[in-house]
């Protein structure tokens, strides 16, 4: 389902990790739809700022470049960060 994310959604825009674990915590947190979940875009702005925090930048051309094409790590980071999330919010 998030294959096409890669690669900052093939344009090396937003990155394809950031999209889809904002995908996973809609999926987990909302109760029916994304404006009847209140803390739904709480628990959204916070992984964005803790994603930002850690790897300064949300774009993938950018990330790329400041982590040498190791999007592994990237990915990594950002699994780690969205159990973080998941772990405080449940």
Known sequence: MAASFGGGMAVKGTCGAL????MILGRMFAIEKGHKCPHLKEIV??????????????????????????????????????????????
């Open 19 to 22: 999209i889809a674990a904002v």
């Open 45 to 90: 702005k916070t992984y964005i700022t803790r994603f930002d925090a850690l790897l300064s930048s949300r774009e993938c051309s950018e990330l790329k470049a400041m982590y040498n094409n190791d999007c592994r790590y990237i990915i990594e980071n950002s699994a780690r960060l969205l159990d973080q999330i998941i772990d405080e919010w449940k």
